[in-house]
Structures are given as C-alpha cells and as structure tokens.
C-alpha cells in the first residue's frame, strides 16, 4: 500500500495540472475576446474606402496606425516593465478596457480618416498589454511543454483577430456595429482574465525597475536569433492577413456569389489549426524545427501566389487556406524559445520588446505592398513576401547550433 503522502502528493499534482490546463483555457478565450478590436478598422475598410473615396494606400493606413500604436505600446510597457513590475492579470485588464474604449471611440467619433487613425493608434496602444502580457500568463503556469500551450493562446488570438470578418459576415448591417460588437468582446475578454485566472505558481518576483533591459535582452544569441527569425516571420504575417482580402477582390470580383469577409475570416481563421498542431508536433521535435518548417512552406506559397492566383476557383481558395495555416504555426514557437532563452525575471520585457520590433517590421510590408500592387498587380504582389519568412528560416537554422 503506497503512504499517504505519495497519495497526497499525486492528488496535489493532479489538481495543479488541473488549475494550470483550466488557465490556459480561460486566458486564451480572454485574448481571443480581447482580440477582436485589432482588425475592426481592417473589416470596415471596404465601407470606409467607399464612404471616404479612400485609395488602396490610404485604406491600409486602418491597419498601419494599429501597428504603430501597439509598436509605441510595447516599448512603453517594455521599457517600464509594466507586466514585470506589477500584476499581469490587472495590467491585461485595464489594457483590454482601455482598448475596447478607444475601439469604441473609432466607430463613433470618426467624421474622416485622420480622426480614424488616431483612435485605430491608441486602440493598438493598449493592445500591448494584451497578447504579449497574456503569453506572460501563460508562461507563469507551465514549465514545460510551452510550445504547444502557447500555440493554443496564439491560436485563440488568430480566431479573435479574424472575428470582426465573421461579424460582418453574419450580417452586422454597418461598420460601426461590428466595431461596436468587437469592443463588447474586448471587455468581455478583460473582464475574464481579472476574475477567471489566478497568478501561475511559477510567476517570478516583481522585477526591479530597469529601462536598459529592453537592449540587454537582445545580447544573448539565442534570444536574439530567436527574434530575428521572429522579425522575418511578422514580415509576411500581418500584410497576409490585413492585404489577402485585395488579392482575393482582384481574384473574385466577377463572381459576386463568393462572400470576401468569409475567405478573409477562413483565411486568418484557420491559422489555429497551425497554432495548436504545430504547438503538438512541437512536443517531439522542438519548437525550432516547427518554426524552420512552417516559415520553408509560408515562404513558398509567398512565391507560388501568382501562379496560384489562375487555379481554378476551389483551388485558390484551397491555397489561401493552407497558407493561412503555416503563416501562423511558427509564432508559438517563437514565443516559447524566446521565454526560454530570455532572463527569467524579465520575461513580460523580452517578450513585449520581440513584439514591438516585430510589429515594427509590419509596418513597412504593409506599405509596400499596396505599392508593388500598383505596379504588377495584386496578383503578383505577395511574392515580395517571401523575403521575410526566408531570412527567418536561416536564423531558426542557426539556432542551437552556433
């Protein structure tokens, strides 16, 4: 008969894995909820280019001045080791609302795109403090197998990200009621996070305040190939997401029938299949080489896009989705080996400070397209993709080996 305390002690570890598994759970629905005001301007753009005679450049800048606020918001939290210093969950919190505010404001006190971009600005600033603090969390319950349970919470920001498509889709009549919708969702997702989730056991000590950690992190090569493969990645990621629905408008425009906001939900959408299975096979072997693989095959499609843009219709739509698939499944990885190789107190620091250089990077993809386009066509624009998740692929290929 085993003694008490082995019994004892197998029912404590059960409860844990239990308390730790329910976490995961309720801080992925938390981003996904929370998610939502991210592409609220990106959805509306059709309505809004049409109600403000926007061009295609001008239309971007809905999803642009979102990158440029959570850039500016994860230095800010970076530089003051917001998520490190005080408690994550409040710090998500308060970030989630914020947003959902501003979100808010956008649908409501937007005469003209300049007001639009500011409120789009600040929606993205309070963004900060919530996908890198919510991998925080994540990371505060597990010490091992992070790979896959942080492509859950990846998974769940792809489908938030993607939702405001599927609002629209189910047939919200008016932008401003989408947008509306997704500030609902956001306060919602805050709400869940401050009542729903605890502080995980392996939650390190409130850091000590330390501005120049935002650049010591980076001296560790592993954590700066990390970032570096991750910086190829965000260069395709975000002009895949927010742009694809041009590429399908020039590809569909004489069939009426196909729905764009569905194949723009399904396309983002359907990157949690990437997240949570590539987070899977990750287990066996390696969050690196899910990366390497999924950025070989990301880049591949960036250059079969113009062939592919003449298949047949099922077809097109078939390869949208599987690039909408390994465009994503890499960025779990990343963020697992990046909490692994950056300084253990100041994992919310590393983690905001890989994002905002990240988003940085969307900033001038998402430009430059709608600029290619203009010379080459739609069609052939997202080949120039390709550069990014190419150079990605060589730093994942260095790590662990140099």
């Not at 079969?304 to 990885?333: H, K, R």
């Not at 950056?342 to 983690?351: E, I, N, R, S, V």
Request: with cysteine.
């Amino acid at each position: 008969m085993p003694p008490l305390t082995d019994g004892t002690s197998s029912e404590k570890l059960r409860q844990s894995n239990a308390s730790a598994e329910r976490a995961l759970l309720f801080v992925s629905i938390a981003v996904l909820l929370a998610s939502a005001t991210w592409f609220s301007g990106t959805a509306a753009a059709p309505q809004l280019r049409a109600l403000w005679q926007l061009s295609d450049s001008q239309s971007a800048w809905l999803t642009i001045s979102v990158q440029l606020g959570f850039i500016t918001g994860t230095f800010l939290y970076a530089a003051l080791n917001l998520s490190d210093r005080f408690n994550a969950r409040k710090v998500f919190f308060a970030s989630a609302l914020a947003g959902a505010l501003f979100n808010a404001a956008f649908a409501w006190l937007s005469p003209h795109l300049a007001a639009a971009i500011a409120f789009r600005f600040l929606t993205g600033l309070m963004l900060a403090g919530v996908y890198p603090v919510g991998m925080k969390i994540v990371a505060s319950w597990f010490q091992t197998g992070l790979g896959w349970r942080l492509g859950v919470m990846v998974g769940a920001l792809t489908v938030g990200t993607a939702s405001p498509y599927l609002i629209l889709a189910l047939g919200a009549p008016h932008w401003q009621m989408m947008t509306t919708a997704a500030s609902v969702s956001a306060t919602a997702g805050g709400l869940l996070i401050l009542v729903g989730v605890g502080d995980g056991p392996y939650l390190k000590g409130r850091a000590r305040f330390d501005p120049a950690m935002i650049v010591k992190v980076f001296r560790h090569p592993p954590f700066r190939y990390t970032a570096l493969g991750y910086f190829g990645h965000m260069w395709e990621l975000y002009a895949f997401w927010s742009l694809s629905s041009f590429y399908l408008t020039a590809r569909f425009k004489d069939q009426i029938a196909l729905s764009i906001p569905v194949i723009s939900f399904l396309a983002i959408g359907v990157g949690v299949v990437g997240c949570v299975v590539g987070g899977w096979i990750s287990r066996t072997v390696g969050e690196r080489r899910v990366a390497l693989v999924s950025m070989i095959i990301s880049a591949s499609c960036c250059l079969a896009s113009g062939f592919a843009y003449e298949l047949p219709t099922p077809l097109v739509i078939a390869f949208i989705l599987i690039w909408g698939i390994f465009v994503i499944s890499d960025s779990p990885q990343f963020s697992a080996l990046a909490a692994r190789h950056c300084p253990p107190d100041y994992t919310g620091t590393a983690l905001t400070a890989q994002n905002g250089i990240g988003f940085a990077v969307t900033v001038f993809s998402i430009q430059l397209l709608p600029l290619i386009a203009s010379k080459v066509e739609w069609r052939w624009a997202f080949t120039f993709l390709a550069f990014g998740p190419a150079v990605g692929a060589y730093f994942m290929s260095r790590l662990d080996r140099d």
